[in-house]
């Protein structure tokens, strides 16, 4: 497999995504569900922006190797939050996200989408991911 990232700009680097990414030559394809802060026994999280943007992320790389994928495979992720201003503003928790990318190295397209109401109430962010090997 062959990943090419496409960045006209610089000023997502630091953001921990990319513009685009070429894939040549792909053997599989992994598509994640949505990853929200749910424990393994189906028990949402009440907790606040971080913990939850920790778990996710947890699921997420649980998801991921358990396929048989690492997470430097991700090639797309997709954040939904009900809180931008938790998850971006000032005391925000966005680098959580940003440091899980870094220590994986991982080189993503990504998008992030508010939305009003997330599977559960109480959950505030969820992550979607697409993984190529």
């Known amino acids: 497999m062959e990943k090419r990232a496409i960045n006209p700009w610089q000023w997502q680097a630091q953001s921990g995504y990319q513009q685009a990414i070429e894939v040549k030559q792909a053997a599989a394809t992994l598509y994640c569900a949505g990853q929200a802060a749910i424990d393994a026994e189906g028990k949402p999280s009440t907790a606040d922006m971080r913990s939850q943007v920790q778990q996710v992320l947890s699921n997420v790389e649980q998801v991921v190797t358990e396929a048989g994928y690492q997470c430097r495979d991700i090639v797309h992720l997709r954040l939904y939050t009900t809180d931008t201003a938790a998850l971006f503003g000032e005391g925000g928790?966005?680098?959580?996200?940003?440091?899980?990318?870094?220590?994986?190295?991982?080189?993503?397209?990504?998008?992030?989408?508010?939305?009003?109401?997330?599977?559960?109430?109480?959950?505030?962010?969820?992550?979607?991911?697409?993984?190529?090997?």
């Open 93 to 133: 928790c966005f680098d959580v996200f940003t440091d899980w990318v870094g220590r994986h190295g991982i080189q993503a397209a990504a998008t992030m989408v508010e939305v009003s109401f997330l599977a559960f109430e109480g959950l505030k962010v969820e992550v979607e991911a697409t993984a190529v090997r």
